[in-house]
């Protein structure tokens, strides 16, 4: 059974920084793919925002995050350090986890950028 915990969320005035981090009871080298997804208000889908392969090689960032969020990883956690937050990043955000044959989710973390 994998369990994957997040945290780090919170309130935060836009422009300001929050670090995400998600704590997995298996070897983040064991998953093809991990990774956050947020779901924003209102909206029934969740969007990928970033992941990084097993190897931690070319992270994916969806465009509206490109030069702003950083994803990386060690042996057992995954962060997403998110700068120049907007308040378009408001949501929830989850960490995610692929190894192949099973996806994996937190119970995910909130996050709220102000005006």
């Known amino acids: 059974q994998v369990q994957l915990v997040e945290s780090g969320g919170g309130l935060v005035q836009a422009g300001g920084s929050l670090t995400l981090s998600c704590v997995s009871s298996?070897?983040?080298?064991?998953?093809?793919?991990i990774g956050w997804y947020r779901q924003a208000p209102g909206k029934d889908q969740r969007e990928l925002v970033a992941?990084?392969?097993?190897?931690?090689?070319t992270p994916y960032y969806t465009w509206s995050v490109k030069g702003r969020f950083t994803i990386s990883k060690t042996e057992n956690t995954v962060y997403l350090q998110m700068n120049a937050l907007k308040p378009e990043d408001t949501g929830d955000y989850y960490c995610?986890?692929?190894?192949?044959?099973?996806?994996?989710w937190g119970q995910g973390t909130h996050v709220t950028v102000s005006l």
């Open positions: 995610w986890a692929w190894d192949n044959r099973s996806n994996y």
């Open positions: 992941s990084i392969s097993k190897e931690g090689i």
């Open positions: 298996r070897s983040t080298g064991n998953f093809t793919k």
